[in-house]
């Protein structure tokens, strides 16, 4: 009896030491938590300070994305014997130039991707990677300060694709009017005289027109996350068939090193882009018909959009 007594008195004060231990960590971790917060406020406004100097700003992040599989005998699928996969890569990046008197903003995004999907029962079909995704885009901003976030600007923007149908449509703006820049890390950039420029092949419905360009940018770095949203949109002043806008977003969060996880998506309004597709579809299933005009109510106006999610890389 007497060893079960001291047996318990010990589990007892063991458990009363253990908790008045925590007890005593936590209140030394406390006034150590402040003094990093407050190191972290320095540190954020000593950041914009730097941010604030002239010179080059530049960046790049990414993500990557992929699984592929191989299927034998597998029955209770329609493909027993099937090998598939899919690739893809995001890559932003920057090069920005601020002086006292004017900046120059450089942007790039390239979004690639293959599928593969091959029937090994179909002798006839295609076993190799077929592009997916293909999104290429360029940009360059230049602007002459008028006041603090105020600035006269000229604009070139392309866009096109490279895998599949390189400049065929491709898009080049040119333009000049205003930027500014409300908050640190935006532009909104207004220019009211633009000339877009349509590139493509053979007898199409694409149009090249003047018209307004709006684009409004948001780059930033908050410790281990990366993010970019890009709204660029053109209203052509010939006809809002010939307008378009492309809304591209990139989230890239760290975790280890520099390697973390990524999410991008897309969302594009082109009514000659569907139009063309449209007739593309007609044209194959009957050569002789006529095809659809711009103008045409019967081809719905479709939203394009596309996800990448997957590791990511910061360089």
Known sequence: MKKIIVLAATILLTINLSAQTEEELKEEQAPKKAE?????????????KIDALPGWRKGVFGTIGGNISQFSDWFSQGTPNVSSGNIGFTVNGYANLKQEK??????????????KFDDKDDPTDDDSFRAGTDVFNISSLYGRNVAK???????AEYRTTILDNFNDPGYLDLGVGATWTPIPNMIVVVHPLNYNFVFSSGDTVFESSLGAKVVVDYTRKIGAINFKSNLSAFQSYESSDLSNWTWINSFSYT?????????????RGNRQETVNFANTQLLAAMPMATPFELSDDSVDD??????????????
């Open 36 to 48: 990093i917060a407050k190191l972290q406020g320095e540190v954020d406004a000593l950041q914009a």
């Open 102 to 115: 004017f900046f120059w903003n450089n942007a790039a995004n390239v979004n690639l991707g293959w599928v």
């Open 149 to 155: 976030n105020f600035a006269i600007s000229g604009l």
């Open 255 to 267: 975790l280890w090193k520099k390697i973390g996880v990524g999410f991008d998506f897309g969302l």
């Open 302 to 315: 479709e939203v394009q959009s596309y996800w990448t999610f997957g590791l990511s890389y910061a360089f």
